[in-house]
């Protein structure tokens, strides 16, 4: 062999090497998630961007609780959540709901875009309010105005219904507008492929944006509640 033929050959390792590193990097993180021990009670979130889902086959693949997207905005309505909301109910999943906050809409409109077709059942679990700056508009007011916008969402909301709005931020949107502002709400937070670390504390994780779950055909996020709680809190 050759002076040319060895560095070929080497190259050649290198970048089999290279590649097998980066398939199996992509294998664990598409695949990873908490320890079924620490974190067993296990969920999911949608819309009607999943399309048709088959609910029986989602209850039987370690699923036990259900968000599902209802409205957005001031007069956006998920066309999908009756049907998801009866398909969820009908396999025996926890259920519940949540609105997409939208940063250019007042949030008492917003609250009543949302109670419009939220259903009035004792056993849902608590309603969430959506916030994030991931498909929002451009507008980023200041914090005293969005704050004020939140509370005026959530007080209606929770006078309707009577239990306790739970606020879903991720780390951007929690660290500009919710991060000491002395939010007395429980949290949803997003952290992919790690725990999260950027609040103190939280009843729900999102850790995972590209999940398979069996009866949908497409991505989906997965979630954990937190170990120290349950689903009966959860409706609280």
């Not at 390792?13 to 990097?25: D, Q």
Request: charge should be negative; charged fraction near 20%; glycine fraction near 8%.
């Amino acid at each position: 062999m050759n002076a040319l033929q060895a560095i070929l050959r080497t190259m050649f390792y290198v970048a089999v090497g290279v590649v097998i590193t980066i398939v199996g990097a992509a294998f664990f993180f598409m695949n990873w998630e908490p320890d079924r021990d620490d974190f067993p009670t296990r969920g999911i979130d949608v819309s009607h961007h999943l399309g048709e889902i088959d609910w029986s086959l989602v209850a039987a693949d370690d699923v036990a609780f259900v968000y599902l997207k209802a409205s957005e905005g001031g007069d956006f309505r998920d066309g999908a959540f009756a049907r998801n909301w009866a398909g969820a109910g009908s396999a025996g999943l926890a259920r519940g709901a949540y609105h997409f906050f939208s940063l250019c809409q007042p949030g008492g409109k917003q609250a009543e875009n949302f109670l419009s077709v939220l259903p009035e059942d004792g056993e849902m679990l608590a309603p969430v309010l959506d916030l994030e700056f991931t498909g929002n508009c451009a507008r980023r007011p200041p914090v005293e105005e969005v704050q004020a916008e939140i509370s005026a969402f959530t007080n209606l909301v929770e006078q309707a219904r009577g239990k306790q709005v739970i606020f879903y931020a991720p780390a951007p949107f929690y660290d500009a507008y919710l991060k000491g502002q002395g939010v007395n709400r429980r949290l949803w937070t997003r952290s992919i492929w790690h725990s999260p670390d950027y609040v103190p504390e939280w009843i729900l994780w999102q850790y995972h944006d590209r999940g398979r779950v069996k009866g949908i055909s497409s991505d989906v996020d997965l979630n954990v509640l937190h170990p120290e709680t349950d689903l009966e809190s959860l409706k609280l």
